[in-house]
């Protein structure tokens, strides 16, 4: 049977049509978790896995995006997040995926909505979990963990002087409320034919279960606390059996810099967005609705930090997790790169550096698949800051033998990137002793310029190429001095600084934890 032009063109629309429902209908998500390295289970390794959902079982959780709150500053977070989230829940909408509004405490003023009628009047489910009534604080995979912030005090970063005007201001809100919130925020929007509003744990699993909902997703406030905690959270929804994920930039925590561990507020999030990818569930980014960029707060001006570490002899795997804390974590976005321990020549997780300002080498003789090799290349290329400690200066170098097939090395890294000339080393029985050079350099601001001793072995590195500046020296007895410290500004217009130093001992050592500060910064042109 022959079709007329006319019905071939109807066939083909029908056939396109359905194909874009089939899309519309599917969530392709990228899924970001942390695994541990080895059975010790304190290095994690930064992965991602694509999984595809069905929108029709998928839920958008809106946590207490309040229109107001007792802390002005987390308010001020609430108001720029909230216009760049109502995107990613009309996104959502359109795309089939079903919205649960959840503003805490709020019901009474939804009382006569659609969408609150809709979730009281939800056929109860069969399957209640015993306790998705109550608040879940831990749940057995934080066990393996240390809860990284301390937020005793209720987290609330306003000054002083400015949460006195603040709490005065909500006065007439808290004469008959011990809260100021009465709603969700208004710049949320809820579609009365089809969304769904509610606080209660037990509505919550009814209308998951009603609709078959398999997947859930967390937006909203504050994730240290409720995002985690209440009977909607990511904890009960983990332990209950869902496939939940943290919309991870369409969130904030509640947490005050002058608590543990004293970084800024938004590195407080990031270290509780790590706490939950190692311990409860992975994390998404709203990117993966409406596109563009992740959003950031205006106020989180932070550089970010990209560290490598694969090396097993100085232990810099301990020490620069702690300096990305302190003192790091005040200034820095820091994402920790770890090599594998299994297969030297694997550094997962190292894709993460395309989008850092900054990198720190720490490696010892490794080769890189092909692909991951151009990925560090092309970091360099791009004129980007480098900081090298220890064996960085022989990272992709190996002693004799050639790169396993696939995999390549760069045996230049020392000289094109830091203007270096590593040839081996002294004896590790011999003592160095460590000069800061008298030279006026921001590297050098406010490092104690007493003689100290070196945590290992002097490092063979001159001559150094032009353009370099030796800011310390190294010497053990009966040899000439020998470069330890200095910074190049290299063929690219990159600036990288280099110090063979880095031994845990190093670490301990007030001078040399000064200098490395000042050097990352310097090579990021700041003070």
Request: aromatic fraction near 8%; charge should be neutral.
């Amino acid at each position: 049977m022959r079709l007329s032009r006319f019905n071939l063109l109807t066939l083909i629309l029908l056939v396109l049509a359905t194909a874009q429902t089939t899309q519309a209908d599917e969530l392709a998500l990228t899924l970001r978790y942390q695994k541990p390295v080895n059975e010790e289970g304190r290095l994690f390794h930064t992965l991602t896995r694509d999984e595809v959902w069905k929108a029709e079982e998928t839920v958008l959780i809106v946590c207490d995006v309040w229109d107001s709150h007792t802390c002005k500053n987390a308010v001020m977070r609430v108001n720029e997040m909230v216009p760049h989230l109502n995107k990613v829940v009309t996104e959502a909408r359109n795309r089939g995926v079903t919205i649960l509004h959840a503003p805490s405490g709020c019901m009474d003023f939804y009382q006569d909505h659609p969408a609150r009628q809709r979730a009281i009047n939800t056929p109860k489910s069969k399957n209640l979990p015993a306790e998705i009534t109550q608040w879940c604080y831990k749940i057995p995979a934080e066990e393996k963990g240390v809860y990284p912030i301390d937020q005793s005090d209720g987290g609330c970063d306003d000054t002083p002087e400015e949460h006195k005007v603040w709490q005065a201001s909500l006065a007439p809100l808290l004469k008959d409320s011990k809260w100021p919130w009465r709603r969700e925020h208004k710049a949320i929007s809820i579609d009365p034919k089809k969304d769904y509003i509610s606080d209660q744990g037990d509505e919550v699993w009814n209308i998951l279960e009603n609709k078959g909902i398999k997947n859930v997703i967390l937006t909203g406030v504050h994730t240290n606390m409720c995002v985690l905690g209440r009977p909607f959270g990511l904890r009960r929804m983990v332990e209950n059996g869902k496939n939940a994920v943290l919309m991870r930039d369409q969130t904030d925590t509640m947490y005050n810099p002058r608590s543990e561990p004293y970084v800024s507020h938004f590195t407080g999030t990031d270290l509780i967005v790590s706490h939950i990818e190692r311990h409860v569930c992975p994390t998404i980014t709203s990117t993966q609705f409406i596109g563009g960029k992740e959003f950031r707060f205006s106020k989180d001006q932070r550089p970010h930090l990209a560290i490598i570490m694969a090396e097993d002899e100085y232990r810099t795997n301990e020490t620069l997790p702690k300096f990305s804390i302190d003192p790091l974590g005040k200034h820095f976005r820091v994402t920790l790169i770890n090599g594998n321990s299994k297969e030297r020549n694997d550094i997962p997780g190292i894709e993460a550096i395309q989008n850092a300002d900054a990198l720190i080498v720490s490696i010892r003789r490794r080769v890189l698949p092909t692909a991951d090799m151009k990925i560090v290349k092309d970091f360099v290329a791009a004129g980007k800051p480098v900081i090298g400690i220890r064996t960085a200066s022989h990272a992709f170098s190996l002693r004799k033998e050639e790169p396993p097939a696939g995999f390549g090395d760069w045996k230049e890294f020392d000289a094109q990137v830091f203007g270096g000339n590593y040839h081996n080393h002294y004896g590790n029985k011999l003592v160095s002793m460590v000069q800061v050079m008298d030279v006026d350099h921001p590297v050098l601001k406010d490092v104690p310029r007493e003689e100290f001793k070196q945590g290992w072995s002097l490092y063979r590195t001159s001559p150094l190429k032009e353009g370099t500046t030796t800011l310390m020296t190294g010497t053990v007895e009966g040899q000439e001095p020998e470069p330890v410290t200095w910074t190049f500004t290299r063929a690219d217009g990159g600036r990288s600084f280099y110090t063979s130093l880095g031994h845990i001992d190093d670490f301990e050592n007030p001078a040399f934890r000064k200098m490395l500060l000042n050097g990352i910064h310097w090579t990021l042109n700041k003070k």
